[in-house]
Every structure is written in C-alpha cells, then in structure tokens.
C-alpha cells in the first residue's frame, strides 16, 4: 500500500475522530487523520477540559465559605486570575501532546492541513491527494454569533477561554448547557453576571422541575437572570460595551445593558462542513450544513460516514466517542456494535450542577399520557450545610412508566449530581423498575440514596 493510500482518512481529530481512528487502527487498519487546528478538538482544546477545570476554581469560593461552618479560620481569598488561565492552559496542552503521542503509538497518521473531499475515496491535503477506502467526517461544530448590529463586538464561548484578565461583569446570552455554565463559573470566580435568555427559564428541553429550580439557585448566587428578551445590537461605548435587548416577542421595552468589554453569546453551535466539498461530492446536509447520516454512520455516498457533532445529533464529547468506537468495531473489527441514542445521560455542570437521563416529566406525559406516568420527588437540604449559613436544596426526580412500573426518567439538581446520574443511566439502561429501585438499599447518609426511598 503506497504511502497516500489508506484503510479509512479520518477528518477531524476532536473527540470523535480520535476515537474512530484509533479504534480502527487496533484492528489493522491502515489509518490516517487530517486535523488543521490543533489535535482533541473543541472538548479537549476549549471545552469539556478547561471548562470543568475552571468549574474546579470557582467552587473554592463557596467551599471557603463552608469551612467556617466547620470551625475552620479563613483568611481573605484572593483569586490570581493569570494563574488560572497559565494553569488550565499548560495542563491542556499536555494533554493535547498526550492524543498527539498516542495518534503515533496506534500507528495512526496525523495529516496537518485542511481537507478537502474529492471523491468517494479521495481527500486532498495541502495540496497533495489521499486516498481511502473509507472517509469518517468527524469535523465537530463551532459557536454562531447572531447576525445583529454590532455583533463583531461580541465573543463566544470560544472568546471565553482567551479572556486573561477577569472581568468585572460579563454579560451572557443564551439559556442553554454553555451559557448557565460559563455564568455559575464566572459567578464564583467573583464576577458580576448577567444573562440574557428568550425563554422564561433556561435549559430548554430539561424537565420542568429542574428548570425552575435552577433559575431559583441562580438568582440566589447573585446572577441576574433577563428572561423573555432577545438581543438587537451591540454598540461599542468607548471602553465598554452596550448590549440593547428587548421583548423576545418583538415588543417594545427596549433596555441597554452596559459591561466593561465582555458580552459572550452562547446561543447554539453550527457544524463544520464548509469548504469540504461534501455537497458537490453529493453528502447530503442538513439546513444547518449538518452531514445527514443514519444510525449506521452511512451518508447519502457510499465509503463515507459521518459522527459526533457535526451530524447534529446528541451534541455530546462521550457520544462522538461510542458513535466513532461502534463505527470502527463494526467496521473493522467485524462486530454488530451499534450506537443507541436512546437513554443518554446528561451533566450541566452549573453552581449546583444536574443530572440527568431519560424523559422529563413533560415529555413521559406527551409521549404515554397524563395518567401514564407516576412522578416521584424530593427537595431538602443536603447535609452538608447544616453547619453552614447557605441553605442550597437538592431535587431529585423520578419519572416511572405506570404500565409495566419501568424507571423512564431520572433527574438531579444538587452537588455531585453528574457523579450519582452515571450509576442510575446504567439502571435506566437496564431496565430497572420502581419495584427494583425501592429493593435497592440506599447508602445513608448520602444524596443518592433518595433516588431509592422516594414512595
């Protein structure tokens, strides 16, 4: 096999395309991977990563906090910024170096450039031409700026991991995953926060519950919550910054918000499939330009596949790697392994943060009706702070299938709450009862253990 000749040429080495090659390249697969930015993608480089490591700093705030409670004595805390970022920065280039080390000890080859697709097994790089019998599109997403006056002025969550010096008060738009984060960061690293939403709560698509627990827990931190207003223009005001909103519905009531520089818009994600010449290749997209591709991993060509982000579905670092890993077993490796969409957990790793997996209560209603559901809660404080002078509550929810007694939905606000999912996704995946639930012996005194004594 000559040396721009390959098994499968992978585009993208975000999470996705890490996986896939890898895994295919365990098999015998002669295996190369075109990256032109730099190697782990947008989880290693500027999302998952450094985002969870910048959570890490801001819950020292309160923990400092907590301590005294505990008869310990806490001098003032100042946070050293810089430090910070030079920290999270070198600790993610490690790790970067780690995929680059490990991409050459599986036997991958790792293509700089930016690709281009020329034909069903042909992708060109820097001018020179590959060739494949197999291309995996894992090329990922990136933030959107919204086309209003000004909007140039604005950063995204992108722009967030490049800010080296702390702002004063960062105004965030959007409700989603990025935006409730990037403010309960940035709300205990000690900076003022305001967020500006369409929607009456954030997290659209959550259970209802969860919801309204978290705008509360918000607005408690010291977050100023806008909700039903949408963004018209940014306007630049010597050093500072004037977001103009109004009502979501195109009413009046125009306000101005004034920052010191910093307004990051994190409304959503569009795949990366310009310039790769998929569509004259004849790939289908979607309407956002996401690559159209089944449960399988096939396109609309025969030889190219597609997973991860930039299909638009289940936007989740852990779900590009099953996807990439099923891909390549079955591929390569000869094994019926295929990805399920179905009962994937989820974390938003907010100040508390949520778990969740399966069907919100709204949605186990539409789907099996009103009197097809039970619906199990609990709110209390946890005991954490019965010596501390914060009362934060933990709600944790089950939603259970009346006709067979089936756990459908499990869902947690409160500390810790993307450790304890994980172990209940594993029991919503099995199938697990409310019969089974209620014979499990809770761990007391814990916050998981409601999960098992909610009647």
């Known amino acids: 096999m000559s040396n721009n000749q390959y098994d499968l040429i992978v585009l993208g080495a975000g999470s996705g395309g890490l996986a896939g090659s890898k895994r295919a390249a365990s098999y015998g697969a002669k295996t190369a991977i075109v990256e032109d930015d730099r190697v782990g993608g947008t989880c290693v480089i500027r999302g998952c990563i450094p985002k969870k490591l910048m ?24 946070l050293d910024w810089p430090a910070l970022v030079a920290a999270r920065d070198a600790a993610v280039r490690r790790l970067e170096t780690t995929h680059e080390e490990y991409l050459e000890k599986t036997g991958v080859t790792l293509l700089r450039g930016r690709a281009q697709v020329a034909d069903a097994h042909s992708v060109t790089v820097g001018g020179r031409e590959y060739h494949a019998d197999k291309i995996l599109i894992a090329t990922g997403g990136r933030p959107v700026l919204p086309q209003i006056p000004g909007g140039e002025n604005a ?73 039903g207003r949408a963004p018209r223009s940014i306007v630049q005001k010597g050093k500072r910054v004037c977001l103009c909103v109004s009502d979501a519905g195109g009413g009046q009531g125009e306000m101005a918000i004034e920052t010191d520089k910093v307004v990051v818009f994190a409304i959503g994600r569009r795949p990366n499939t310009e310039g790769l010449g998929l569509a004259e290749v004849g790939v289908e997209l979607g309407a956002k330009g996401e690559v159209i591709a089944d449960d399988d991993a096939h396109t609309s060509v025969e030889n ?23 891909w390549a077993d079955r591929t390569f490796g000869g094994k019926p392994t295929l990805m399920s969409y179905e009962g994937i957990p989820t974390a938003v790793f907010s100040a508390p943060p949520i778990g969740s997996v399966g069907l919100s209560e709204e949605q186990a209603r539409a789907k099996h009706g009103a009197d097809g559901v039970r619906v199990y809660k609990s709110r209390f404080n946890p005991l954490i ?27 947690i606000i409160g500390h810790d709450a993307a450790e304890i999912i994980q172990g209940f996704a594993v029991a919503l995946k099995a199938g697990a009862t409310k019969a089974d639930f209620d014979a499990t012996v809770g761990i007391h005194p814990s916050t998981a253990e409601e999960f098992v004594t909610m009647s």
């Not at 959570?55 to 100042?78: I, K, L, T």
């Not at 509550?393 to 089936?406: G, H, N, P, Q, S």
């Open 304 to 326: 190219i596949f597609a997973v991860g982000d930039v299909t638009g579905r289940a936007e989740l670092t852990p779900v590009a790697i099953q996807a990439a890993r099923a």
């Open 385 to 411: 702070h019965t010596l501390t002078e914060r009362k934060i509550a933990t709600f944790v929810k089950l939603i259970v299938r009346e006709a067979d007694d089936r756990v459908i939905g499990a869902h």
């Open 55 to 78: 959570v890490y700093a801001a819950h020292f705030s309160e923990q400092f906090e907590y301590a005294r409670g505990y008869g310990w004595s806490v001098g003032p805390a100042r």
């Open 155 to 227: 950063l995204t969550s992108d722009g967030f991991f490049a800010l080296h010096e702390q702002p004063d008060h960062v105004v965030l738009v959007g409700g989603g995953y990025i935006a409730v984060e990037l403010a309960s960061i940035l709300r205990g690293l000690g900076s003022r926060v305001t967020v500006v939403i369409r929607r009456e709560l954030p997290l659209a698509g959550f259970d209802e519950d969860i919801r309204i627990e978290l705008a509360a827990a918000m607005r408690e931190s010291g977050i100023e919550l806008l909700t």
